[in-house]
C-alpha cells in the first residue's frame, strides 16, 4: 500500500529525514516513533504531499506522490484520513458539520450523508454531541470528532500526527481502544507518537527514528527495552546537564 | 443550501458590520449608476425629440393641387438629407390651432381652416442641413413660404436648443460614466479588502479544508459566493430607492417636460426600462464580484 524509498528531506542546512525507507501493508497498524525533531511530522506531511521530498520516492498504491501534480493532490489526500494533535476542527460547526464538511470535499451526494455521518459518530461515541460546538465539547471528544471526520470519507489509510499528544493518559487510551477498533475493521493506521506506553500496549509494528533517520524499522510487538532504558538514561543525562 | 451558500451565509452573519459596509458602499454605487441611467435615457430621449421633430415647414399655395403636393411630398422624401415629411392639411392646421389655443376657446371660434394654409412638415437628418434645404424648397412653385420651426422662436434658437441639449447628454454621459467609474471602483476595492481580510481570518479553516483534499475551488466557491451576495444585495437595493424615487417623482417630471418624452408614459415600458436597467447592473454586479473575490483569494493565496 505505502512504500517510502529513500527519502530526503531537508529544510535549508537542516536535515530532516535522511535516506527513510520502509513498507506499510494494507491493514497495518504502524507507529512511528521517536524524540520531538526525530523527523516524524515531517515524514507524515511528505506522505499527505503537504512536502516534497528533496530525494527518494513514496509509493502510494504504486504511484510515486512525490512526483503528482498539484492538481492531483487533493485526490491523494481524500483518499488519506488525517488526525492531528491539535484536533483541527471547524470552530463554528457543530459536531455533524465538521463531520459532513469532509463528505462535501470528496463530493458524495448529500443523501448519503445522514447514514454515514450517523454511523461514524456511533463508531467514535459521538452520537449523543452531534450537534454540539467543540467550545462545548472535551479534548477527547475533539479528537474523536478529528478521528469521525477521518474516518468517515472511507480512507485507504489514517494518518495520525501525535493523536493523543494533548490528552490524559485515561482519554488517551481510549482514543488508542478506538484507533485498535478501527485498525481490526482493516484500516491501515500510521501513527506518529513518541509515547512509550502506548506503544507497549498496543504491541504494534514500530518504525523509530533518530536525527531523521530509521533506527529500527520491525514488526515487534514491544518498543525493546533497551530503547526505553537507553532513551530513559538520555533523559536523565539531559536533566543532569540542564 | 447548498454546502457553499451555507458556509458563505455564516461568513456573512458572523461579521455583520465587514458585509453591511459592503452592501451599503455597493447600493450607493448601483444607486447612483441607476440614477445616471435614468438621465442618460432622458436627456437621450429630449434630445432625440429635438433632432427628430419638424425642423422646416413649406407652407403651400392655397392653388396647389393633391398631385403637385403628392409629387412634392415624394420628392422631398427620397432626399438623404430629409428624415422625414409629413403632410398638414387645412383641417389639421386648425385643430393644432386649437390645441394650442384651447385655453383660450374665442381665439379658435373666430377662424375657419380656409385662414390656414396646407403645409409640409420636414425633419432633418443634421441641422447643417437647414439652409440648403430651406433655399431649395423657397424657389418651389407651389411653396408660399418656408418656416424655420416658428414655435420655438427662430432659426438660432432650435440651433440653440438642440446644441445645447446636445452638450448637456455629452455631461450626463461622460461625466455621468465617469463617476459610475470611480464609484464601481470603490465599491471593487472594498470588496477587494473585505474578501482579503475573509481569507486571512479563514486561514485555519483553509488549511484543514486543503489538508483534507479541498480542491481549490471548493475552498474558493463560499468566499466567491459571499462577494456575489454583497453585490446582488448591493445591486436590489442600489436599483430599488432610485426607482422608488423615479416613481415619486415621475408625473412632476412628466408634467414639466410636458410633450417631450423624458420617461415613458406608458407604466409597462417604465417597468421595462428599469428591468433592464437592473438586468445590465446585475451583470455588472456579478462581474464586479467575481473579479473582485477572485483577485482577494489570488492574492491572499500568493502572500
Given at each position: 500500500m ?27 497498524f ?7 525533531g ?11 504531499r503537504?512536502?516534497?521530498?528533496n530525494?527518494?520516492?513514496?509509493l502510494?498504491?504504486?504511484v ?5 501534480p498539484k ?9 488519506i ?11 463554528d460547526?457543530?459536531?455533524r ?6 463528505l ?18 456511533q463508531?467514535v ?8 460546538f ?8 475533539l479528537?474523536?470528532?478529528s478521528?469521525?471526520?477521518a ?27 478506538l ?14 507518537t ?13 518504525i523509530e ?10 514488526k ?14 538520555e ?8 | ?12 452573519r ?8 459592503a ?74 390651432y ?6 383660450n ?31 431649395e424648397?423657397?424657389k ?6 418656408v ?67 479541498a480542491?481549490p475551488?471548493?475552498?474558493?466557491t ?5 462577494a456575489v451576495?454583497?453585490s ?13 424615487l ?8 412628466i ?5 417631450i ?27 464586479l464580484?467575481?473579479?473582485g473575490?477572485?483577485?482577494a483569494?489570488s ?5
Amino acid at each position: 500500500m505505502l512504500e517510502v524509498k529513500q527519502v530526503t528531506k531537508s529544510f535549508g542546512d537542516i536535515v530532516a529525514l535522511k535516506d527513510v525507507s520502509f513498507k506499510v501493508d494494507d491493514g497495518e497498524f504502524v507507529f512511528i516513533t521517536g524524540q520531538s525533531g526525530a523527523g516524524k511530522t515531517t515524514l507524515l506531511r511528505l506522505i499527505l504531499r503537504d512536502l516534497v521530498p528533496n530525494e527518494g520516492e513514496i509509493l502510494f498504491d504504486g504511484v510515486d506522490i512525490s512526483k503528482l501534480p498539484k492538481k492531483k493532490v487533493p485526490k491523494l489526500r481524500q483518499n488519506i484520513g488525517v488526525i492531528f494533535q491539535d484536533f483541527k476542527v471547524l470552530n463554528d460547526q457543530t459536531v455533524r458539520e465538521n463531520v459532513e464538511i469532509a463528505l462535501a470535499v470528496v463530493g458524495l451526494p448529500r443523501q448519503e450523508w445522514e447514514a454515514r455521518v450517523d454511523h461514524v459518530l456511533q463508531l467514535v461515541g459521538l452520537s449523543e454531541r452531534a450537534d454540539l460546538f467543540p467550545s462545548q465539547l472535551s479534548g477527547g471528544e475533539l479528537q474523536r470528532v478529528s478521528m469521525a471526520r477521518a474516518l468517515v470519507v472511507n480512507p485507504k489509510i489514517i494518518l495520525a500526527d501525535e493523536p493523543t499528544g494533548n490528552l490524559d493518559w485515561e482519554t488517551a487510551d481510549k482514543i488508542m481502544d478506538l484507533f485498535e477498533k478501527i485498525n481490526k475493521e482493516g484500516k491501515t493506521i500510521l501513527m506518529a507518537t513518541h509515547h512509550k506506553l502506548i506503544i507497549d500496549k498496543m504491541k504494534k509494528r514500530v518504525i523509530e527514528l533518530k536525527a531523521g533517520t530509521v533506527l529500527r524499522s520491525d514488526k515487534e510487538t514491544k518498543s525493546d527495552e533497551a530503547n526505553v532504558k537507553s532513551d530513559s538514561h538520555e533523559a536523565k543525562k539531559q536533566k543532569t546537564n540542564n | 443550501m447548498s454546502i457553499h451558500l451555507k458556509t458563505a451565509w455564516g461568513h456573512i452573519r458572523r461579521v455583520p458590520f465587514q458585509a453591511l459596509a459592503a452592501i451599503f458602499v455597493l447600493s450607493i454605487t448601483f444607486f447612483v449608476i441607476t440614477v445616471i441611467s435614468v438621465l442618460t435615457y432622458a436627456s437621450g430621449k429630449a434630445l432625440q425629440y429635438f433632432e427628430t421633430r419638424p425642423q422646416i415647414i413649406a407652407f403651400l399655395k392655397d392653388e396647389a393641387t393633391p398631385e403637385e403636393v403628392t409629387s412634392l411630398e415624394e420628392s422631398l422624401r427620397s432626399d438623404v438629407r430629409i428624415s422625414d415629411v409629413n403632410y398638414i392639411s387645412k383641417e389639421e392646421a386648425l385643430e393644432i390651432y386649437k390645441k394650442a389655443t384651447s385655453d383660450n376657446p374665442l381665439l379658435s371660434e373666430l377662424v375657419s381652416p380656409s385662414i390656414f394654409p396646407a403645409s409640409l412638415e420636414l425633419s432633418l437628418v443634421d441641422l447643417s442641413f437647414a439652409e440648403d434645404v430651406i433655399n431649395e424648397v423657397k424657389k418651389l412653385e407651389i411653396v408660399d413660404q418656408v418656416g424655420f420651426t416658428a414655435s420655438l422662436g427662430g432659426e438660432d434658437t432650435l440651433t440653440d436648443v438642440v446644441n445645447r441639449l446636445r452638450t448637456i447628454t455629452w455631461y450626463i454621459r461622460i461625466g455621468g460614466g465617469a463617476f459610475a467609474i470611480l464609484l464601481a471602483s470603490t465599491s471593487f476595492l472594498v470588496l477587494i479588502v473585505i474578501i482579503g481580510m475573509r481569507m486571512t481570518t479563514r486561514r485555519g479553516e483553509v488549511e484543514i479544508l486543503d489538508l483534507i483534499g479541498a480542491t481549490p475551488g471548493f475552498i474558493r466557491t463560499p468566499i466567491i459566493l459571499e462577494a456575489v451576495i454583497y453585490s446582488l444585495i448591493g445591486v436590489l437595493v442600489g436599483w430599488l430607492l432610485a426607482f422608488l424615487l423615479v416613481l415619486y417623482a415621475t408625473p412632476t417630471i412628466i408634467s414639466y417636460f410636458g410633450e417631450i418624452p423624458v420617461l415613458p408614459r406608458d407604466t409597462l415600458q417604465l417597468f421595462m426600462l428599469f428591468g433592464i436597467i437592473l438586468g445590465g447592473e446585475f451583470l455588472m454586479g456579478l462581474i464586479l464580484a467575481l473579479s473582485g473575490s477572485i483577485l482577494a483569494v489570488s492574492r491572499v493565496k500568493t502572500r
